[in-house]
């Protein structure tokens, strides 16, 4: 039975089911939701209105304990203890009517740093993809198996927003003095997921280990040459992580501790939209049964239509990592030999490849720049930057620069290269110039990973203070320059220009970020 006395209102469920094998969830979810099996055998659910994560339904209790350790603002937003625990007792009360499924697993693919998690469910589905993202403990570990943080979720509850203080009907709320996260009224399962998150990069820093939002692949050479690519939506990260010729060690979040890097998770969460056999093998091969597939549109013969975007953009499937062919077991591994920052400049003046100091590293770090291209908007003509602290602003609970200077810390002892590759656009701005090509972009990956792109010769461009390379094998020369790449180069210098005071602008809100890390940033003219 759950310990539920554990918990600040008890929850008595009409039946607990604990632990449940994948095809008795999968069972389960047919008889008990609204949900059906594609052709390969994964479980097909829609999440309602709510498809994707809803921000300003987050928040973090505003408790003695942590008040100070927070970082709090639009991202870590505040609630009384007292809403909080309307909340959690209507959530209690919701869920003691109901029979709820429980899943016991672990945060954290180093015995050392990793965080026991017990996930409350009321619906089997959910209790599935967490049952995917988490690392699934052996029979063993079950028997002994002691809660450190609890995930309790009641998607059907709709709250009153004015009763409990919040936005909405929805409401994601971490205690971490309760060691506890609440979700209600929304079904996306990702909340649960990217909460979790949210918790490991609060307990990690205090344990020495920076937590990571990025991918990892490692080489399968024995050499244990290992890298990590930081990227926002859009900017190739699992496209360019999934490589045959290295072994995945996870796709999206990870710890780095004073031992080597490893998985904070034990599955992956990856995007549908216009997947493809060709392009994506790995990813394609991994939608079978014990998959988790959300709001994808199929025809009658269950065939998933993945270029429909009728429901939403945000279409995604959940699977264990071991459904990857290449990934690595268990999913640790070295200190990084290589950190990449992807971005794709739509405003075309960063290049496809810079060396970037430690101090640089630490500024374009904490920036986390990329840029969407103009939008369908009236008016709207120009590209947009985009900036998310630490490439991963919404799951970091504590100040900026504790994660700055941990990466800092990490990249100088232990002789770390780090590079900002741009997936962007060359010779000009979006609907001006054209994307890096792919092939160029891997080419230049592979020279970063070998070590070949180290020993090149390098200039320092003016604008961004930047290190070029000369030269990077596989790939056009003419490319590796960007002011030579644009026709107009006034022109250039104006969109550099106006790039540059966009990372200053947005770099003044880190007050408490050292000097040094300040000073390495672009200067505007």
């Known amino acids: 039975m759950i310990e539920l006395k554990k918990y600040r209102h008890a929850i008595v469920p009409k039946n607990i089911h604990r632990n449940l094998t994948v095809p008795v969830l999968v069972e389960t979810a047919l008889k008990t939701e609204p949900c059906k099996l594609t052709d390969t055998g994964a479980l097909l659910v829609e999440t309602g209105k709510y498809t994707g994560r809803s921000p300003k339904d987050r928040f973090i209790v505003d408790e003695p304990g942590v008040r100070e350790d927070i970082n709090w603002g639009k991202e870590n937003v505040k609630i009384s203890v007292e809403n909080y625990d309307k909340i959690f007792a209507k959530i209690a009360a919701y869920l003691s009517e109901r029979e709820v499924y429980v899943f016991d697993g672990f945060a954290g693919a180093d015995e050392k740093y990793r965080t026991p998690i017990r996930v409350i469910n009321e619906y089997a589905s959910q209790n599935l993809f967490m049952r995917n993202m988490l690392i699934r403990p052996t029979d063993a570990e079950l028997e002994n198996f002691e809660e450190g943080f609890a995930v309790i979720c009641a998607p059907g509850l709709k709250l009153d927003a004015q009763e409990c203080g919040i936005n909405s009907e929805a409401a994601i709320v971490i205690s971490f003095t309760d060691r506890v996260v609440l979700v209600a009224g929304s079904k996306y399962a990702g909340e649960m997921k990217k909460s979790v998150f949210s918790v490991m990069n609060y307990l990690l820093p205090k344990k020495g280990v920076l937590g990571m939002h990025c991918s990892a692949n490692m080489a399968l050479d024995g050499s244990g040459n290992t890298a990590l690519f930081f990227g926002l939506s859009g900017t190739g990260k699992t496209t360019l992580s999934a490589d045959p010729k290295r072994g ?157 200077e941990m990466l800092g810390e990490k990249i100088e002892k232990h002789g770390a290269e780090v590079y900002l590759i741009n997936t962007g656009w060359v010779g000009g701005k979006y609907g001006v110039g054209k994307r890096m090509s792919l092939p160029g972009t891997r ?37 590796l320059d960007p002011k030579a790449m644009w026709a107009d180069k006034a022109e250039y210098d104006v969109t550099a220009n106006k790039l540059a005071k966009l990372f200053e602008e947005n770099f003044a809100k880190y007050d408490k970020m050292p000097e040094s890390i300040k000073n390495a940033g672009p200067k505007a003219k």
């Open 443 to 479: 080419a230049i990956v592979t020279a970063a990973l070998n070590g070949s792109l180290k020993n090149a010769e390098f200039v320092v461009e003016p604008f961004f203070g930047l290190e070029i390379p000369k030269a990077v094998e596989g790939v056009d020369s003419n490319v």
């Open 248 to 404: 995945l060690i996870g796709d999206d979040e990870h710890g780095w501790s004073d031992d080597g890097i490893f998985n904070i998770e034990g599955g992956c969460y990856a995007k549908c939209i216009n997947l493809s056999k060709e392009h994506e093998p790995e990813i394609y091969g991994a939608i079978k049964f014990g998959s988790v597939v959300e709001n994808v549109v199929v025809n009658e013969n269950r065939e998933p239509d993945y270029t429909d975007k009728s429901l939403t953009e945000n279409t995604r499937v959940s699977y264990p990592i071991y459904y990857i062919p290449n990934k690595v077991e268990p999913s640790v591994g070295g200190h990084p030999n290589t950190v990449i920052f992807l971005t794709a400049d739509a405003f075309g003046v960063l290049p496809p490849v810079a060396r970037l100091t430690k101090e640089q590293a630490m500024y374009y770090f904490v920036s986390g720049y990329t840029s969407k291209v103009a939008g369908t908007e009236r008016g709207i003509v120009d590209p947009v930057a985009t900036f998310s602290t630490c490439f991963g602003s919404p799951f970091l609970p504590l100040n900026s620069a504790v994660y700055a």
